[in-house]
């Protein structure tokens, strides 16, 4: 399978605390992008790091990029009931495709 | 973001009958879309690529005559399962590319098979 494993699968946290998820890859890409995914319903792009960036800051969102450990994390500040939502990383090579990870489940509790 | 709808959002069927879901564009143009499917607790998988005009092209391990593509515009795009089985089941999702990385994502369709 070219699909990425992402970690924790299942991750239940309190209102106000920090939320980090990890996504590894298997392939050279041009770019990581994550997602969100209300149960149920389509998927929400959240942010996108190219290649050559190592960081990025969208609102409550801060992404990483390894790409010697063809690895990204996804930090989520600030928790809110409303996050809760599973998370993917998607990678995005030559082509226009994108191979998504396997998910993380967030659960932030009230 | 550019908006993306599917229809139907869901459907139930009997085994052996077919199922058409459309995929539409609302307020852009794309030559490529993508199809995927995600099985209960699962991630996406890629099922095929398609360009307006062309055949489809499909990842390994799906059947091109069982999911039927045809993208007949920029803005439209159908999914056919044929005879479709209780293995069939499963949430069928849909995005166009703006061809800047980005994809947009239809809100799915949940097919279910008795």
């Known amino acids: 399978s070219q699909q990425g494993e992402e970690d924790p699968q299942a991750l239940s946290i309190q209102e106000g605390e920090n939320a980090t998820m990890n996504c590894s890859y298997k392939t050279s890409i041009n770019n990581l992008q994550w997602y969100r995914q209300n149960s149920g319903r389509g998927l929400v792009h959240l942010i996108l790091i190219r290649s050559n960036e190592r960081e990025k800051h969208s609102g409550r969102l801060r992404v990483t990029l390894d790409t010697s450990k063809k690895s990204s994390s996804l930090l989520i500040t600030a928790s809110r009931a409303a996050d809760t939502a599973s998370y993917f990383c998607?990678?995005?090579?030559?082509?226009?495709?994108?191979?998504f990870g396997k998910g993380t489940k967030l659960t932030v509790n009230p | 973001g550019a908006v993306v709808s599917q229809h139907p959002s869901w459907v139930i069927c009997k085994s052996g009958t077919s199922v058409k879901i459309e995929c539409r564009s609302l307020d852009f143009q794309a030559t490529t879309m993508f199809w995927y499917r995600q099985f209960p607790k699962q991630s996406l998988m890629l099922m095929a690529t398609s360009n307006e005009g062309s055949k489809a092209t499909y990842e390994q391990g799906v059947e091109k005559d069982k999911f039927l593509i045809n993208h007949a515009s920029l803005t439209l795009s159908t999914l056919t399962v044929t005879s479709a089985h209780p293995e069939d089941s499963s949430f069928y999702i849909c995005?166009?590319?703006?061809?800047?990385?980005?994809?947009?994502f239809g809100p799915g369709t949940r097919l279910t098979v008795l």
């Open positions: 998607a990678a995005q090579g030559g082509s226009e495709k994108l191979v």
């Open positions: 995005s166009w590319t703006s061809g800047r990385c980005r994809q947009f």
